[in-house]
């Protein structure tokens, strides 16, 4: 094929696609669920406090899960449209490609609902802004919005897939089945199964891929005869298969989860136990910056060591007191590392950015939802951390003096008091 | 329709399009057919200049210039211009045919199948229609599909008949009639012979004459004090074609 009729080809198709996309944003139900997920965003950004961080994680997970569920929904309907239309005859006699007109059908369909997600998270940045937050804050939606965006990739693909080979969008909604079943089944699904944690979101974009592959090349079979042959889908199938093996093998291999594997360096750090008197116990785990951080990193100083889940309540307001800490004794030998218990290794870097954190967030990558807090991960076993978020104070030679658990250290007060008895009893700092 | 549109695979036999075999040579017979479905729908939210321009990339009409010259003609030949930036959504039964039509011969097809294309319009929108067809006749092979015989009379130089899958007639319209000639009676009758005559004749007509009835019949012979022979009509010869047992090709 020459560059010429390439250059053509090309050009046709985002001239065709412009008309997919025009197909579903000029309809009222398009324009309704925007406005919707606008309103929800905007309620979502009503919170207390200027930093952004909690609200782009919230934001992270309507968009994994519920907007997961509306995209399944928007995808299976875009599949049948055809059918329901009653425009299928006239498309399909066309002398098109299949694998193009499925991928027209899949793009445009997935990039409207893509705008949909965009309103909400918009929804939720203005009611920041509106809040006080600044630009750079805001930035913290951003990686958030591309998390839920692969997420709702592999629903839409799923969905589409189903809807379009089966003909039915009830088939479809099994896409959506399949994320409300991972939301509800946290507590006996791998972490491997979820595809909303970011570490997970390269493999389930390579199965999205394979599953798209494989629906162009079914939707060609189905169109009997359609010639000439599929061009992209056997050899996209077969490399975003082989993309999809590997990835998830890899992160079988490195991850922890009680389900597939155990990490012998997590294990080793549930050995430790920690409790008043006793040495802080250490680790190893990447800071916002991807950094890899311990507590070795700060000899001499008095630690304030605050374990925290990002999906409680009180994150926000217990970040911003962390940081004011951080800030009035920072200078004389304090420092705060925060340890963020989650199973989504995007949600520590969120918290770090949209809450404008001067202390290190660490990720601890051993997290895994299950029913028993002290097994949520080995590092909160060891500190006993029978409720989030827990705050341990360590005089400078790393010993504990006290944890505060639960509710009371979200004032700071109480944290507080504990740094200046540290201080009081060691106020030199070298 | 199905199988000479590429939509369905026969489940035997096979048909041959300019030299292209429905089996196996779809794509390239997808490219010299237009194709006006009787059940279709257009998207809604599309005005009818979007919709053609749709249609026309679907049909890799890559070059921008021509493929908008085409769409314009298209437009002025429908009598559609004036509507091209409304939503087909809000057209009428008539103008969503016109569409149709349009989106059939965006890639000058030269062979354009019409599935009864004038089925649920009222009678301007059907003579509209009509005249348009007759019009594009000159130009390509049109494949008509109809059960209204002012369709055939408008359009076809050749008319083939189908009844339960089997073909009972092909030729051209003299034809046609020809295989009715000198067997079409008009019978001034009484109403209570009415069904007497029905049981012996196929009745192709009935038109009421104060109290009389004026029965048209198709029969060889007729055996009635009042009866004379008249000129066939189409629908004559359709009905007679129906009927009858065996095939009649010229």
Request: net charge neutral; with cysteine; glycine share 8%.
């Amino acid at each position: 094929m020459s560059n010429q009729s390439q250059s053509a080809g090309f050009t046709t198709w985002l001239l065709l696609f412009k008309y997919e996309l025009l197909t579903g944003l000029r309809t009222a139900a398009w324009r309704g669920i925007a406005l919707a997920a606008l309103l929800y965003g905007l309620s979502l950004g009503h919170v207390d406090g200027t930093g952004c961080g909690v609200t782009a994680l919230d934001a992270g997970e309507t968009g994994c899960r519920l907007f997961a569920l509306v995209t399944a929904v928007w995808m299976s309907l875009a599949a049948v449209r055809d059918t329901a239309t009653r425009t299928r005859v006239i498309v399909q006699s066309r002398p098109q490609r299949s694998e193009t007109l499925a991928s027209l059908r899949f793009t445009g369909a997935f990039v409207q609902a893509l705008g949909l997600l965009a309103a909400l998270f918009v929804g939720a940045a203005l009611a920041r802004i509106i809040g006080g937050s600044g630009l750079l804050q805001v930035g913290a939606f951003v990686p958030q919005f591309i998390r839920a965006s692969g997420v709702c990739l592999f629903s839409a693909a799923l969905s589409f897939a189903l809807a379009s080979l089966s003909e039915s969008p009830i088939a479809g909604l099994l896409g959506g089945l399949y994320s409300l079943l991972v939301l509800a089944g946290k507590e006996y699904l791998a972490r491997l199964y979820d595809p909303a944690p970011v570490q997970n979101l390269s493999a389930y974009v390579a199965v999205s891929l394979f599953i798209l592959m494989l629906t162009m090349r079914f939707s060609a079979a189905r169109r009997r005869g359609s010639s000439p042959p599929p061009l992209l889908a056997v050899p996209g199938a077969l490399l975003s298969l082989a993309a999809a093996i590997l990835l998830f093998t890899n992160i079988a291999r490195s991850g922890h989860d009680p389900h597939i594997r155990l990490n012998p360096t997590l294990e080793l750090m549930a050995a430790q136990d920690t409790q008043a008197g006793a040495r802080a116990a250490g680790f190893l785990f990447p800071d916002q910056h991807g950094n890899p951080t311990s507590l070795a990193d700060y000899p001499g100083k008095v630690l304030v060591i605050a374990l925290l889940s990002p999906h409680d309540v009180d994150t926000g307001s217990m970040l911003t007191a962390l940081n004011a800490l951080q800030k009035k004794y920072g200078a004389r030998g304090v420092q705060v590392v925060g340890v963020c218990l989650s199973e989504d290794n995007s949600a520590a870097p969120a918290l770090a950015i949209g809450e404008g954190l001067v202390f290190p967030l660490v990720t601890d990558w051993g997290t895994s939802s299950v029913p028993e807090k002290l097994a949520m991960s080995p590092l909160a076993g060891a500190y006993r951390a029978t409720a989030l978020p827990s705050v341990a104070v360590t005089d400078r030679r790393r010993r504990i003096i006290d944890i505060v658990r639960g509710a009371s250290v979200t004032d700071g007060r109480s944290v507080t008091d504990l740094v200046e008895q540290a201080l009081k009893a060691e106020p030199n700092w070298q | 329709m199905s199988i000479l549109s590429t939509l369905v695979d026969p489940t035997s036999g096979t048909a041959i399009i300019d030299g292209n075999d429905v089996r196996h040579k779809k794509h390239e017979i997808r490219q010299l057919l237009g194709f006006l479905p009787q059940d279709f729908g257009l998207y809604p939210v599309l005005t009818a200049y979007e919709t053609l321009d749709y249609m026309a990339l679907l049909c890799s009409l890559h070059d921008p210039i021509a493929r908008r010259e085409r769409i314009e003609g298209l437009l002025a030949r429908m009598n559609l211009t004036a509507v091209k930036d409304r939503p087909v959504g809000g057209f009428s039964g008539g103008m969503r045919q016109r569409v149709g039509l349009a989106q059939a011969l965006l890639n000058s097809p030269k062979l354009l199948i019409v599935d009864e294309p004038t089925a649920g319009l009222d009678p301007e929108e059907r003579i509209r229609v009509r005249s348009l067809l007759a019009e594009l006749s000159g130009e390509r092979v049109i494949l008509l599909s109809t059960h209204l015989i002012e369709d055939v009379q408008a359009v076809a130089d050749r008319v083939g008949i189908l009844h339960k899958g089997r073909l009972r007639y092909v030729g051209d319209i003299p034809g046609m009639l020809a295989t009715v000639q000198g067997k079409v009676w008009e019978i001034e009758a009484r109403p209570e012979e009415l069904n007497e005559l029905r049981g012996k004749y196929l009745e192709t007509g009935l038109l009421r004459a104060g109290n009389l009835l004026k029965i048209r019949v198709a029969a060889d012979r007729v055996d009635h004090p009042k009866v004379r022979s008249i000129e066939p009509n189409l629908e004559d010869a359709y009905i007679w074609l129906m009927r009858e047992p065996e095939a009649t090709a010229s």
